[in-house]
Structure formats: C-alpha cells, structure tokens
C-alpha cells in the first residue's frame, strides 16, 4: 500500500451558480506531518509522441503511457528526487482542473469482498495519469474509472474534478468500487477524509457515474442496511469514533460558515453532502473554510 503523506485533507466544491463570480471553484487543503512544507509549482510541457511507462516510487504501479499528453500543471508536495512526483494539483490546457489526494475509507465489510490492490493505482501516481489526457471534468472521471478497473485501486481517495461548467467529486472506496457525483451549480459541497456521498440515483447519468457491477455487488454481498434507496455513504463508509472526532467536524464547521441559520450537531453521522446558501460564495469563503 502507498505510503501516506498527508494527515489530514478538506476538500471544498462549489458549482459556478454558487459562486460570486459564475465560475466553478475546486479546493482542498492538506495537513502534513511537518510544520512547514514548502509548496512546490511545476509546469510539464506537452507531448505528442510520448513513449515509455509511468513508473511510481511508492507502490510499485506501472503502465504504459498515451502517446499524446497536454500540458499541465503540479504541485507535488515531497521531494520529487527521493518520493517520486506525488503531483496532487493542477491544471491543464484544456482548462480542466484536479486535485488528487483526499484520503477516504472505505468500511472493512465492503472491503471484505473487494480488498484494496497492493499495487494498484494509488494517490501519488493520480494526476499524472488522468490529468495530461482529459477534455474535461466529466471525461476525467470516466477515465480514471476505466483505470481503476484495469488497475483497481490501494488506498481510498477522493478525486476532485472541474471545467468551466462542471465540478464531479468521485469516490473510490474499495479495490475497484466508486461512485463520482456532479456538484449541482447552484450548490456546493464539503468533505474530510470520509466517503461523502450519499444517495446515488442510477437513472441519472447527468449528475451519477459509478463503477461496473457496483449495484450487483452490494446486492449479492448484502452490504446495503437501508430499507430504501442506495446510500453510498452508508453502505461503503465508515461511522466511528475517530470520524465524529475528527472528521464530521470539519465538515460541520464549514457548513455552519456558510449556512449559519442551519442547527446541526459537528458529531452528527447524517450532515449533508450537497448543500445550498442564500448568498454567493467567494474565494475568500472558501479559503476561511480551508484556513
């Protein structure tokens, strides 16, 4: 399994009707096990006759590489020399933005039936191989998802996605398992470090992707407890101690910040994942939520 670099991540979303000033809007932080980490910003250059493999130093992945690659942005947040690019953020030419490294978990009942790929797809190898070959947010959930199921994954992650008209939060919570959810653009959303998402309509392909079979899973292996409906939260994540602790209250403060009028408890297992306020929210809502 990747080795962790990050202690604690909260990822914002936010749809372009939501924010002050129409556009999309994609952020997350990272908590590290230093005290000071200096950020790192590099620019890979385009490349219409790619050859080789991509290579990771952390978990031994390896795949080949699309000939053709756009040029795109990154902030690794190691030391590129020692760990490997570990790219996390960025943007690339075609106006498409990701970020790559909010750690999930997927519950050990799910995992029972699908474990995690030692050697799979992990969280320092993301952006690197999705972000140089997507068009957009929705195609960079596609894409990735048709990685997973090739490669599967070892580790949970959050994967944030965005264009000029869409933002996607996508999921992979067990080895090859995910769920990816369109942001609605006069809402937003808040996560940390826990599967987020909840109900998933299957009819809807606007606003849900998901991997193969996952319905035909969860039904054989009885994962789901719910009399109705398909909670990808509550069939796939997790509800203990060390959530309510240190997770829900992440998203809780955020929530409060920008609905205020709203009385929910920071313990609570149910706080929502897509959410609406009565005013637009700015950059600097979002970096106070993230501060």
Known sequence: MASKHLSACTTVLVGKKASIDGSTMIARNDDTFLPLTPQRFYVEPANDHQEGEWASNQNGFKAPLPKKAYRYS??????????GVYAESGFNEKNVAMSATESVYGNERALAFDPLVK??????????????????ARDGVKYLGDLIKKYGSPEGNGVLFSDKHEVWYMEIVTG?????????????????????IQQV???????????DGIQKFVKKYH???????????????????????????RVWFGQKYLNPEIEQSP?????????????????????????
């Open 201 to 211: 309509d299957f009819k809807d392909s606007d606003n849900f992707m998901y991997s």
């Open 74 to 83: 990154l902030t690794p947040n190691v030391e590129v020399d020692k760990e």
């Open 176 to 196: 090859h398992h995910w769920v990816a959810q369109r942001i609605p653009d006069d809402a937003y959303a808040i996560a940390a470090n826990q599967v987020a």
């Open 119 to 136: 050697d799979g797809l992990a969280e320092d190898s993301l952006q690197s191989m999705v972000l140089p070959y997507i068009d957009s």
């Open 223 to 249: 994962l789901n407890t719910d009399k109705e409906g398909f909670n990808f939260r509550h069939i796939f994540g997790t509800d203990n101690e060390k959530d309510r602790h240190y997770n829900t209250p």
């Open 267 to 291: 313990t609570s297992s149910d706080l929502p994942f897509i959410c609406h306020t009565d005013h637009k929210i700015s950059v600097e809502d979002v970096e106070y939520i993230l501060g």
